[in-house]
């Protein structure tokens, strides 16, 4: 039987994104985030100006920095070496008044009370040991506060890779949990039924679910640079969850 990796050990693994990786995906994130995420995210969360927003594994502060401009005040958690530093050198330059703490989701230190929303981006699916790190999300929020998730779709994780091999997109595991090598460190699939069975017992009421599509225009605008993306119009390669805690 394969031992579950810890989240330290996967922490370690996030560490060894390169910083011109991290600059790559200035100002607004890679491609994805760009045209499926960011868009839903900002949407779910409504109008910020004003709110107490925990952007929980921020990585390198892109979104916390979207929310800052938008008038929230961010405080982003991140536990990375790489990725906190770099947050914190944009922070210096830009004075936007976001506060940056390293720590683990799981083992969040005094935050300064109740958030009005927790969003955690393409964080879940990262973490071996994921449950604590939720809890301590929906933990962080007020009564009536917001919680918004997104992970790659459990049904539709690798769908790129396998329509271009294919031309279609293929699945042979679903129900079991296993581990999905990446560039950097590993995301692991868990079917749907984990996340929101799990926001069900730390007393959430889900709002909305959206599995975003790409804009056929915007994938024939990128055909030539990426094969397949056209897999993206019609099949949803990401999940994202808004839940209130009652």
Known sequence: MT???TNDAAIQQWNRIPREALEAMEPDGDFAKRHLINPVLLRMLGDVRGRR?????CGHGYFSRMLAARGAHVTGVEPTDGMFSYAREKEQALGQGIGYVQAEL????DLGGPF?????????AAVPD???AMR?????LRPGGLF???VNH????QLLTTWRAHGDYRLHRYLEEYTIPQTYASDFHRPISAYLNELAALGCRLRELAEPGLDPRTARDARDTTPGIESYVHLPNFLIVAAERL
């Not at 799981?106 to 230190?109: G, I, K, S, T, Y």
């Not at 301590?136 to 962080?140: I, K, L, M, S």
Request: proline share 11%.
């Open 154 to 157: 459990p049904a539709f994780e």
């Open 148 to 150: 918004v998730f997104s």
């Open 106 to 109: 799981a083992r969040l230190p």
């Open 3 to 5: 031992k579950q990796p």
């Open 130 to 132: 994921w449950k604590p």
């Open 53 to 57: 927003v925990l952007d929980a594994g």
């Open 116 to 124: 009005d929303a927790v969003v955690c981006s393409m964080v879940l």
């Open 136 to 140: 301590a999300c929906v933990q962080a």
